[in-house]
């Protein structure tokens, strides 16, 4: 089992809501991010993988062991106390984190096993949906907030060029780029996703918009799962470059 600490003699804490500020970050975001380094001291023993099953939904914010654990828990503790205290997490991922999905405050989306650290993994497994905690993984020390696995409906559309994986489209690969270019204008000029798909899309769920219905990180490449589990209802992802051609991902609820 993975290192998992709550607040005080808790191994989970429940959000209470009453804001607070956090405190000045001692890590300003001009600083180099440590190198990832991992103490003897801190070293995580082998740790089995969740059972693959219903993914997991969180937000997390990661502070680094660079060359001192007992600092890295210390700085970790105090944010759990913020975030005990009312402070989102999105707010003190963005000062604290460094992780590269702080920016986004600390947004990691819908994922399965198999993604991170498995010991990260299993540490997020043992918190019930709506718990917060400390889990530590090789990289550091991370404060936790499991999150609810919001599944929404999905809509997709592709285009590809020859030699692309599975597609049977004579364009070239320029070609192609030039037609998703002409796909997203046309979005961003407030047309209608499902529309945008039937005209562009070389997917065989054109016909339907691109709709996809309910799918998951066992269902999805995994560039294109994290794409999609970030995203609100109403939003389109970036276009996804893979091996299959050009992607967008558009949740629709």
């Given at each position: 089992m993975?290192?998992?600490?709550?607040?005080?003699?808790?191994?989970v804490?429940?959000?209470?809501?009453?804001?607070?500020?956090p405190?000045?970050?001692?890590?300003?975001?001009?600083?180099a991010?440590?190198?990832?380094?991992?103490p003897s001291?801190?070293?995580?023993?082998?740790?089995?993988?969740?059972?693959?099953?219903?993914?997991?939904?969180?937000?997390?914010?990661?502070?680094?062991?660079?060359?001192?654990?007992?600092a890295?828990?210390?700085?970790?503790?105090r944010?759990?106390?913020?975030?005990?205290g009312?402070?989102?997490?999105?707010?003190l991922?963005?000062?604290?984190?460094?992780d590269?999905?702080g920016?986004?405050?600390?947004?990691?989306?819908?994922?399965?096993?198999?993604?991170?650290?498995?010991?990260?993994?299993?540490?997020?497994?043992?918190?019930?949906?709506?718990?917060?905690?400390l889990?530590?993984a090789?990289?550091?020390?991370?404060?936790?907030?499991?999150e609810?696995?919001?599944?929404g409906?999905?809509?997709h559309?592709?285009?590809?060029?020859?030699?692309?994986?599975?597609?049977?489209?004579?364009?070239?690969?320029?070609?192609a780029?030039?037609?998703m270019?002409?796909?997203?204008?046309?979005?961003?000029?407030?047309?209608a996703?499902?529309?945008?798909?039937?005209t562009?899309?070389?997917?065989?769920?054109?016909?339907?918009?691109?709709?996809?219905?309910?799918?998951?990180?066992?269902?999805?490449?995994?560039?294109?799962?994290?794409?999609a589990?970030?995203?609100r209802?109403?939003?389109?992802?970036?276009?996804?470059?893979?091996?299959?051609?050009?992607?967008?991902?558009?949740?629709?609820?």
């Amino acid at each position: 089992m993975p290192w998992i600490f709550g607040l005080g003699s808790l191994l989970v804490m429940s959000l209470v809501g009453c804001g607070t500020t956090p405190a000045e970050p001692a890590v300003a975001a001009s600083v180099a991010e440590p190198a990832e380094v991992v103490p003897s001291e801190v070293h995580q023993p082998e740790v089995a993988r969740p059972e693959p099953g219903p993914p997991w939904r969180a937000s997390h914010i990661l502070i680094r062991w660079a060359d001192d654990p007992a600092a890295a828990r210390a700085t970790a503790t105090r944010l759990l106390a913020d975030l005990d205290g009312g402070t989102p997490i999105a707010d003190l991922a963005r000062a604290w984190s460094h992780d590269p999905s702080g920016p986004r405050g600390g947004a990691l989306g819908v994922f399965g096993a198999g993604v991170y650290d498995p010991a990260f993994e299993a540490g997020v497994a043992a918190l019930p949906v709506g718990g917060a905690g400390l889990v530590e993984a090789n990289d550091g020390v991370h404060v936790v907030v499991r999150e609810a696995v919001d599944v929404g409906a999905y809509a997709h559309l592709v285009v590809c060029w020859a030699g692309a994986r599975a597609c049977r489209a004579s364009r070239s690969e320029a070609e192609a780029r030039a037609r998703m270019d002409q796909a997203t204008a046309e979005l961003t000029g407030g047309a209608a996703f499902a529309d945008v798909a039937r005209t562009w899309s070389d997917s065989e769920t054109a016909a339907d918009g691109g709709a996809l219905g309910a799918v998951g990180p066992e269902t999805l490449p995994t560039a294109l799962w994290r794409a999609a589990a970030e995203l609100r209802p109403g939003e389109t992802s970036d276009v996804v470059a893979l091996a299959s051609g050009l992607h967008l991902i558009h949740r629709a609820q």
